[in-house]
Every structure is written in C-alpha cells, then in structure tokens.
Nanobody, 122 residues
Framework: QVQLVESGGGLVQAGGSLRLSCAAS????????LGWFRQAPGKERAFVAV???????YYGDSVKGRFTISRDNAKNTVYLQMNSLKPEDTAVYYC????????????????WGQGTQVTVSS
C-alpha cells in the first residue's frame, strides 16, 4: 500500500516556474515507478512524466524540454520541475504510483494522490 501527497501547486504567470512535490509513504514506496498526470476542466487525465525506481525518465510530448521529473528515494519523494509554463499547462496535477514498469496510461496506476492545482495566467 502506498499513500501519495502532492504539494507545490499555485498561480504563476506564463514563462514562470513551479516545482511540485509528491511524498510517498509505505514500506516499499522506493521500488515503485512514480508518475505525474494532469487533468484540465472538461478533458481526460493526461500523462506528463514518469520516473522508474532506478531513475529512468519518460515525458509527454507537450512538456519535453520544459519539465523535469526526479526522485529522491531517501526521502520517498518525486519532484516535477516545471519551467517556461504556458496557460495550456493549467490543470490539476496528480501524482501516481505503480509497482512495475514505466507506462503512460493512467488506468495502469493503482495509487493516486489528491491532486494539486496549477494555474498559469497569460
């Protein structure tokens, strides 16, 4: 069992930066792949980035070159550094965990945080 708690969302102007954090609790949390998804109003939940238990990363096309995912296994925490933010990045951002493998579909993640709002103004 893994519990996830996100933090770091907020309001930022276009071109600005934010860093999201997700603290994972549970005895084996550092063996899980940890991902970030986002959901804008009226849209489906979309893949943003994922980091494997060994540090391998994969990004959605819309955030490549702007966002960086990382994890600190000693702290059981995953981060999402978001730079050059655009109004279209506005969404609720969710942290998710799965036991094995790096995948991009939300249905393959069994554990979710409560979400944190990111709003980018133009």
């Amino acid at each position: 069992q893994v519990q996830l708690v996100e933090s770091g969302g907020g309001l930022v102007q276009a071109g600005g930066s934010l860093r999201l954090s997700c603290a994972a609790s549970g005895r084996t949390a550092n063996t899980y792949a940890l991902g970030w998804f986002r959901q804008a109003p009226g849209k489906e939940r979309a893949f943003v980035a994922v980091v494997s238990s060994t540090g391998g990363t994969y990004y959605g096309d819309s955030v490549k070159g702007r966002f960086t995912i990382s994890r600190d296994n000693a702290k059981n925490t995953v981060y999402l550094q978001m730079n050059s933010l655009k109004p279209e990045d506005t969404a609720v951002y969710y942290c998710a965990a799965r036991m094995r493998g790096v995948v991009t579909t939300p249905n393959n993640y069994g554990y979710w945080g409560q979400g944190t709002q990111v709003t980018v103004s133009s």
